[in-house]
């Protein structure tokens, strides 16, 4: 499952990430979460409109159910009573993966690792 910022990265032509994310999807069908789409959307300007579309098509989406939304609330409130903090965001995408038995691809590893359970597939800072 590919986080936003690789697919943020994808759309502005970031070779590396082109890259990385052709391989991986010669591999496995990628997916996304629905809050990823969100993220896309609230980021995209409106002349990115068909191309932001044209990319997020080719993802499967993982809708944000009631399955998901327990597992978000649990996964939240188990980080609090351990005094650690996740963004709702990503604590929606981190549950979406882990509902789905799905390796989350991220540049943003730092923010995902307090989460039990959780494989990731951090990747360096692109900047």
């Known amino acids: 499952m590919i986080d936003s910022g690789p697919i943020i990265l994808q759309l502005r032509s970031h070779q590396p990430t082109v890259r990385l994310l052709r391989n991986l999807g010669a591999a496995n069908r990628l997916a996304i979460s629905a809050m990823t789409r969100v993220e896309i959307h609230a980021r995209m300007q409106p002349k990115e409109r068909f191309v932001t579309q044209k990319l997020l098509s080719r993802f499967t989406t993982y809708d944000l159910d009631r ?11 188990l980080l609090r009573s351990r005094g650690q903090s996740i963004a709702m965001a990503d604590a929606v995408i981190a549950a979406t993966a882990l509902a789905h038995n799905l ?10 690792r307090i989460v039990p359970g959780l ?5 360096p800072d692109a900047e």
Not at 67 to 77: H, K, S, V
Not at 104 to 111: C, D, E, I, M
Not at 119 to 123: E, N, P
Request: no cysteine; aromatic share 12%; glycine share 8%.
């Open 67 to 77: 399955q998901i939304a327990d597992r978000t609330g649990d996964l939240i409130a």
């Open 103 to 112: 390796t989350l691809v991220t540049f943003n590893g730092v923010h995902f």
């Open 119 to 123: 494989r990731l597939y951090s990747i």
